[in-house]
């Protein structure tokens, strides 16, 4: 099992240089936002987990049982990837949770013909995978962001149903905001 929190440390990792790099190829943002903020983001959650793991007894364990956490290292799998297929459809639009970029366009292809926020919608995944696999306290982290995302998520609504008054409605009405056939 310590193997698999190792995997999920390194994992989240390259996941947040991945996203830094990538954030160098969005398109200019309209707002006071940066597109530096994500990394700073990135680097204190990598720091936080690293922090976290390396701590001798530190948290409290959900399970030592394998099959709670081979499902949390599924959900983290399947988190990270749904954020990362995500990442390549949105393409030069992506920004920061609340960005608004210069001449955004409507993506509604990929993992965006079911969910109007899988970026939110994956790393919410991944964390909950994070936590079962690892520590209880780790679900504190997953309300709070879930809660930040679902927050962000309805203030770019507003912005994208501006932005786009003949094309967004239909895609809210066909498609849901975190969670496909749910919310």
Excluded: C
């Excluded at 989240?12 to 190829?25: H, P, R």
């Excluded at 983001?41 to 936080?48: E, F, K, Q």
């Excluded at 507003?158 to 975190?178: C, I, N, V, W």
């Amino acid at each position: 099992m310590r193997a698999v929190i190792l995997v999920i440390g390194i994992g989240w990792a390259a996941f947040w240089i991945y996203w830094l790099a990538a954030s160098f190829t969005a398109k200019r943002g309209r707002g006071r936002w940066s597109r530096f903020s994500g990394i700073r983001i990135g680097l204190l959650v990598v720091v936080a987990y690293l922090i976290r793991v390396s701590w001798p007894g530190g948290g409290h364990r959900v399970s030592d049982g394998p099959a709670l956490v081979g499902v949390g290292f599924v959900l983290w799998v399947a988190g990270l990837g749904l954020a990362v297929w995500a990442r390549l459809y949105i393409g030069r639009n992506w920004g920061m949770p609340m960005t608004r970029r210069e001449d955004p366009d409507l993506v509604t292809t990929g993992p965006y013909r079911f969910i109007r926020h899988p970026i939110y919608t994956g790393i919410i995944l991944g964390l909950a995978g994070t936590a079962l696999a690892t520590t209880v306290l780790g679900l504190i982290a997953v309300v709070v962001v879930a809660g930040f995302f679902i927050f962000s998520a309805t203030r770019e609504e507003h912005f994208l149903a501006g932005e786009f008054p003949d094309s967004y409605p239909g895609y809210q009405a066909r498609t849901k905001m975190l969670i496909p056939f749910v919310f």
